[in-house]
């Protein structure tokens, strides 16, 4: 299908769920979906967005600002997954634990507010990476449109960037546990420690990026665009120096750069 088809395919998907009830990250993908949403549903749709210690605070906020400006009701649900049993030993199916959690909340509060469906902003994309996450949403029965449209991340950017929404050139973001090689607990502490480290890199400008923490070593993932500017030994050296500050005893840069899901480049060898 052409985009503008697979648009309103889209569209007319939505049209047909009646309500629907869009687990809501701030991302690209969910922001394009809920805008869809409430366009053709109008306050058929709501938004909720579970915060937790793996949702960083500057991400929570960015969604609370762009749901303000599409303008569906926004509802804040607790979804600690820390709290899950076994999700703190992040074993291979970790995403698993913690979408079951989420879906079944997000759930609960569409039907406080008599909302038949459930929707999440997986896209065609998502379909070849390790992705244990679909396994809980198809079991809850949550739909996924984006899927369903057979839209891709660059085709959703680019009716994003027609629509005007922020999210559009937004690098692609998953949540902080996903920093952590399996099998390595993940603790509200180790989180805490990435969630600064990232925050100073965004902080200095930098934009496509993640902070792999292995124990006493972060190993710093960039955008190939982005390499040139970091090597710089003065920037190299207040970096460093930051991420001691935080916790790190070696701060490393990966030279293969960003890639999405690269903890899941040893699942060849499990």
């Known amino acids: ?27 690209v993908d969910s922001t394009f979906l809920l805008k869809v949403a409430y366009d053709v549903l109008g306050d058929n749709v709501i938004a909720v967005t579970a915060t937790s210690s793996t949702y960083p605070q500057r991400e929570f906020e960015e969604a609370k600002r762009w749901i303000k400006d599409i303008g569906a009701k926004h509802i804040i649900i607790e979804s600690e997954e820390l709290d899950i049993d076994g999700f703190s030993e992040n074993p291979i199916n970790r995403c698993y634990y ?13 039907v406080e507010n008599n909302i038949e469906y459930v929707a999440d902003g997986s896209n065609q994309d998502d379909l070849g990476d390790f992705r244990p996450g679909m396994q809980a949403a198809s079991e809850l029965k949550v739909v996924s449109p984006l899927r369903e449209a057979k839209m891709t991340k660059d085709e959703i950017r680019a009716i994003s960037k027609q629509l005007d929404l922020p999210t559009w050139s937004k690098p692609a973001f998953a949540c902080l546990s996903s920093r952590f090689p399996y099998g390595h ?40 665009s982005e390499f040139d500017r970091f090597i710089n030994k003065d920037l190299m050296r207040q970096v460093g120096k930051k991420f001691n500050e935080i916790g790190y005893t070696y701060v490393a840069l990966d030279l293969n750069g960003y890639r999405t899901g690269s903890m899941n480049e040893v699942l060849k060898d499990i």
């Open 1 to 27: 299908m052409l985009l503008q088809e697979k648009y309103e395919f889209l569209q007319n998907y939505i049209k047909n769920l009646g309500s629907l009830a869009v687990s809501y990250s701030g991302g």
């Open 98 to 110: 913690c979408k079951s959690e989420l879906f079944t909340k997000v759930r609960e509060v569409a």
């Open 185 to 224: 607990q993940i603790t509200r502490e180790k989180l805490t420690m990435v969630e600064q480290a990232e925050d100073y890199l965004y902080g200095l400008g930098f934009r496509q990026l993640r902070v792999r923490h292995h124990e006493d070593t972060a190993r710093i993932e960039l955008g190939e």
